[in-house]
């Protein structure tokens, strides 16, 4: 079993940045991929970006590409998600996911992959 505990959260201003951390313990080593999701009030949970556990970059939305970055510190088994020039519409709770599942590319981008989940952390972009 794998624990994921999310920090770096706030309330920042339109155009700011953020950096959100993922700490992964547990077996770690089971780990496919993780990703980052975000839900709004109202709004169904929706991929942000996703890496392999090796650091491979996976993909982004494309409502964040050129924006956000997702990497990994191997060491400190932390998955993180710089988020630069934020906008009003990037306001949710943002969760970070595990998984032990080997797929193609594109099944990363589901939430359904994930078997493993955060508690999230709530991000405020006010205009």
């Known amino acids: 079993q794998v624990q994921l505990v999310e920090s770096g959260g706030g309330l920042v201003q339109t155009g700011s940045s953020l950096r959100l951390s993922c700490a992964a313990s547990?077996?770690?080593?089971?780990?496919?991929?993780m990703g980052w999701f975000r839900q709004a009030p109202g709004k169904e949970r929706e991929f942000v970006a996703a890496i392999r556990w090796s650091g491979t970059s996976i993909g982004y939305a494309d409502s964040v590409k050129g924006r956000f970055t997702i990497f990994r510190d191997k060491a400190k088994n932390t998955v993180y998600l710089q988020m630069n020039s934020l906008k009003p519409e990037d306001t949710a709770v943002y969760y970070c996911?595990?998984?032990?599942?080997?797929?193609?590319?594109?099944?990363?981008?589901?939430?359904?992959?994930?078997?493993?989940w955060g508690q999230g952390t709530q991000v405020t972009v006010s205009s």
């Open positions: 547990g077996r770690t080593f089971d780990t496919a991929a």
């Open positions: 996911a595990g998984t032990s599942k080997v797929r193609g590319t594109d099944s990363y981008f589901g939430v359904a992959t994930y078997d493993t």
